[in-house]
């Protein structure tokens, strides 16, 4: 690991978190809103029966984004590793686990076209029943990557915590990831106690976070003498 200067991995880092970011506005965002009509079971099945293509792309966009998640907490706790270690590698668990149940929900996403795909031992639900379990895959899909994002919420106070404490990684970008993942944990806990107030200008402070850090790792990456010099020897 020490083999790899700390800015070549910095900018690695940042590539790894714009093709996260890319995958999941496209499979998370773009493609659902594109094929699911939220109170309409039978547009939503005729959506996805004439748009197969893109439904899978969408499946397909999120491994892409998993695979990044999971190489981030690694790359993560490798730069922040030097401010607090234990925290580091806190952050690291915390990403791992909301990957890994962010994967559970994507598999709910997955089932819709399980249960849209003709098979034979389907055959004793009718076309409207089946529409109908199709959407509730979907929502079960929604339901859960909103009701986990707390451990990502998690990860992320972590990390900008540490970036704030580094030296060679600007202030305000912890600051801004600190307070992004608030408001993960905020959206988690409203969507489970008062889905009402779960207004998702909660993830808005996310985008602009990861945003801000992706173009700073690229650009700037990080302060190798300051690194250096807070790195345990």
């Known amino acids: 690991m020490n083999s790899v200067p700390v800015q070549t991995y910095a900018r690695i880092a940042g590539v790894v978190l714009l093709i996260s970011m890319v995958a ?115 929502k079960l899909y929604g339901h859960g990557a909103g009701i986990f994002m707390v451990f990502y919420g998690i990860a992320s106070v972590l990390r900008g915590y540490l970036i704030y404490r580094s030296g060679y990684l600007p202030r305000f970008l912890g600051a801004l990831l600190a307070l992004a993942g608030f408001g993960f944990i905020l959206k988690n806990f409203a969507l489970v106690l008062a889905p009402a107030y779960a207004s998702d200008l909660l993830l808005l402070p996310m985008f602009l976070a990861a945003l801000s850090l992706t173009v700073w790792l690229l650009v700037k990456g990080v302060d190798v003498a300051e690194w250096e010099r807070v790195r345990p020897t």
């Open 24 to 138: 999941g506005g496209f499979g998370e965002a773009y493609v659902p809103s594109k094929l699911v009509v939220s109170a309409d079971a039978t547009a939503t099945a005729k959506n996805i029966h004439d748009f197969d293509s893109l439904f899978r792309l969408g499946f397909a966009v999120y491994l892409v984004e998993a695979v990044c998640d999971v190489a981030l907490a690694l790359m993560f706790y490798v730069l922040l590793r030097p401010v607090r270690k234990d925290l580091a590698l806190l952050a690291a668990f915390f990403g791992l686990v909301s990957t890994a149940l962010f994967a559970v929900a994507e598999l709910f996403y997955y089932a819709a076209s399980l249960v849209l795909g003709g098979s034979a031992y389907l055959k004793t639900f009718s076309p409207d029943q089946l529409n109908t379990l199709a959407l509730l895959s979907l």
